[in-house]
């Protein structure tokens, strides 16, 4: 199975954009994570952030959401594997970098999302095995 078979189309912010914008979209679309792409002509994906970096982030500096950019809190560099790829070396790259979630890019271009909740969908052992991993301490 390709990665394009299995992704979920994206959602996305800008690194200006605030801090409040992107936690408005995760509450919007009851996500955990929102990549950052460097504008909305290119898609190019250049960082992630998740819910719990924001969080973490906010109780850390005690700042304002609305005063925070997006630029300060992603997490870089965004991995990410081709709509060609297999499933199996999404699932590689999800295991070596300890992500609940991957990127999906068509000539680096963000085009989706591969998430836990996806591969439990379609490979419950699979998905099982990677959330094993992923949780497991450093």
């Not at 996305?12 to 994570?33: F, M, T």
């Amino acid at each position: 199975m390709k990665c394009a078979e299995l992704m979920s189309p994206p959602e996305a912010c800008q690194p200006q954009d605030s801090l409040r914008q992107l936690l408005a979209a995760l509450q919007r679309d009851n996500i955990g994570s929102i990549p950052i792409v460097d504008d909305f002509q290119s898609w190019r994906p250049m960082g992630v952030v998740t819910d719990r970096d924001a969080a973490l982030f906010l109780g850390r500096f005690d700042r304002r959401p609305s005063e925070v950019t997006c630029r300060e809190v992603m997490t870089t560099p965004a991995i990410n594997c081709e709509e060609t790829d297999d499933i199996k070396d999404a699932v590689e790259l999800m295991r070596q970098h300890k992500l609940r979630r991957i990127l999906v890019t068509n000539q680096g271009r963000l085009t989706g999302i591969i998430s836990q909740a996806d591969l439990a969908r379609q490979k419950s052992g699979e998905a099982k095995k990677l959330i094993e991993d992923v949780s497991r301490a450093a």
